[in-house]
């Protein structure tokens, strides 16, 4: 009789939880996303597969199954689960969860999973506390982060664990979370009906976090039976973002991007900026449009707004959403307030048209190879002086092939650092040119 009112009572907790938790793996063939750590064969399956004590960190942005990785661990291998989240635990709670993981293991031989959310939130002394159980393999250890551990974890903690790098969910995936979720008996067990258009939307909005796509789930089938993109609005109180990925919407709204950067209207831009990101593009994506924006519409006009583009591009894929789109914003705003010039791309365009036209010449003998036997004999270096050697490193020599002597690619503005530049450029290419 107690164990079937234990039962029951854990069916109906089971039932109160949130669904997001309720859907969480039982083994590792459930596991949506991180093909490349499930595979047979790789590191993380074996472990699992010959229950040995292991100490795993498990590097990747928000949602993408690091809390799920260590549940199905714990589960597979039939292990206690103890959770601390690093937010709000100290060196007291790290060491009572390690004694009581030590005493289980000495009274049942039961190992433990100890599993520290947020780990790069511990100090040192936190960190510390860790190790004997680590390198007594008291505990299997998993601890899960959202910032490169390398810079936030100690290194003989670091050194003794297997570190694992878990990617963002693809749309796919999200898709099929989702759609787990409404079929499953420990989700919504068919009783909602998910409109496509209202799926498409979730997925959007969830931006590669399964956890994210699953609460506002939850909470659209708490208003509706019938989830549809207006539900959804409701629920997850944002507005649909009409924006279709694959047409015209998706090329109209990045046209006005660049063009508002080009423009050097920096709030227009932050607007389709904030578009882009509400609709759920992919953030790589738009990151890569600045960092191309950043050489072929400013340029050398102001060589730093490469810099930030690139650093901004790094940034997201270090941090992810939502925090990446400030990242995204101070680049665009760089971009669109610098000062311009298409110079780089006409340069490189002019270059590579020569190219193709078939306008090339022979490279001068002194500036070829002459490091391979043979090379000399060949007159291969022969006469190449070494700009070091001459006042302010120039010396006159031939650099480009003859038939191109006249030709000019990079054709530098008056704008910003340019202008800089450009006047040295003429006074170079006047002394090397002999003009």
């Known amino acids: 009789m107690e164990s079937l009112f234990d039962s029951a009572a854990e069916e109906a907790h089971r039932g109160q939880e949130p669904l997001a938790v309720r859907m969480r793996p039982r083994g590792l063939d459930e596991v949506i996303g991180q093909r490349h750590l499930l595979g047979p064969g790789t590191p993380l399956r074996r472990l699992v597969e010959s229950d040995a004590p292991m100490s795993l960190f498990l590097w990747g942005p928000p949602g993408t199954g690091k809390t799920t990785l260590a ?32 005493r289980e293991l000495g009274m049942t031989g039961r190992q433990t999973v100890l599993f520290v959310d947020e780990v790069h939130r511990f100090n040192k002394a936190q960190q510390d506390a860790l190790l004997p159980a680590v390198e007594n393999r008291w505990v299997t250890f998993i601890g899960a982060t959202t910032e490169n551990p390398y810079f936030s974890v100690i290194s003989p903690l670091l050194s003794r664990s297997l570190l694992l790098t878990l990617e963002s969910l693809t749309e796919d995936d999200i898709r099929l979370v989702l759609e787990r979720a409404v079929a499953d008996p420990r989700g919504l067990d068919g009783r909602v009906t998910l409109r496509p258009d209202a799926l498409d939307q979730l997925v959007r909005l969830a931006g590669g976090d399964a956890r994210r796509s699953l609460t506002y789930l939850e909470a659209a089938a708490l208003l509706a039976d019938d989830v549809t993109v207006e539900v959804v609005e409701r629920a997850v109180d944002k507005a649909a973002v009409r924006y279709d990925r694959q047409g015209d919407q998706h090329y109209d709204v990045v046209s006005a991007f660049i063009k508002s950067m080009r423009g050097s209207d920096a709030d227009a831009a932050l607007h389709y900026l904030a578009r882009m990101v509400e609709a759920g593009e992919d953030p790589r994506f738009i990151a890569r449009r600045i960092v191309i924006f950043a050489s072929e519409d400013v340029g050398m006009a102001d060589p730093t707004c490469l810099q930030t583009a690139v650093a ?124």
């Open 312 to 435: 901004a591009a790094q940034a997201v894929d270090f941090i992810g959403l939502p925090e990446g789109r400030i990242n995204l914003a101070q680049a665009v705003i760089h971009c669109a307030l610098a000062p311009k010039s298409n110079a780089v791309v006409t340069a490189i365009g002019a270059a590579c048209d020569d190219v193709r036209r078939g306008l090339l010449g022979p490279i001068p003998a002194h500036l070829r190879d002459a490091h391979y036997p043979g090379a000399k004999k060949l007159g291969h270096g022969k006469g190449y002086q070494y700009p070091h050697d001459f006042e302010h490193g120039l010396v006159r020599q031939d650099y480009v092939p003859e038939e191109l002597r006249e030709r000019r690619y990079y054709r530098p503005t008056a704008h910003g650092t340019e202008s800089r530049y450009g006047e040295r450029w003429a006074k170079i290419r006047s002394f090397l040119r002999g003009e």
């Open 71 to 102: 549940y199905v661990v714990s589960n597979v291998t039939k292990r206690r689960f103890v959770e601390i989240s690093a937010v709000s635990a100290g060196v007291k709670d790290v060491r009572a969860a390690i004694d009581q993981a030590r």
